[in-house]
């Protein structure tokens, strides 16, 4: 940062964590992001902190840290509503009923990813769309087959 372009080191650490994540580094990862989340928070750059919250909160559901990825969750969830960035806040509860889904809490997991789902209709996200459908249609699967 001889530079002085703390802007570009926090998207450079971000994209590191990124890699890091993709390598299942989680150790690595959450190193990375922690330092982007550091200088985000640092400049005022709620955006930025809301991204690398949500990956964050991706890291700890890699690692079965439930209390800790929802935690990093409604983080990034309470800075994508207070922006008014609806897409963003989707995207984050589609990971939150993942983490209620994993929790085996299947009420809570069913509303988040409807709350997602409603979401994404109105952006017609069809990718989005058919993929929370299919975490729908698996909770409806596993209440089905009476799974606890």
Not at 46 to 63: D, K
């Amino acid at each position: 940062m001889k530079q002085g372009n703390e802007y570009g080191a926090a998207l450079t650490y971000h994209q590191l964590g990124s890699v890091a994540l993709e390598r299942r580094e989680f150790a690595a990862a959450e190193e990375w992001y922690k330092k982007s989340l550091d200088i985000s928070l640092k400049q005022g750059n709620e955006h930025g902190a809301a991204l690398t919250y949500h990956e964050l909160g991706s890291v700890a559901l890699e690692r079965r840290e439930f209390d800790a990825a929802e935690e990093w969750y409604k983080k990034s969830l309470d800075i994508e509503l207070k922006q008014g960035n609806e897409h963003g806040a989707a995207l984050t509860y589609h990971q939150l009923g993942r983490v209620a889904e994993e929790r085996r809490d299947f009420a809570a997991a069913e509303e988040c990813l409807n709350k997602a789902l409603a979401i994404f209709e109105r952006y017609q996200d069809e990718y989005h769309v058919n993929m929370t459908k299919n975490n729908l249609n698996r909770l409806d699967e596993i209440r089905k087959e009476g799974n606890p």
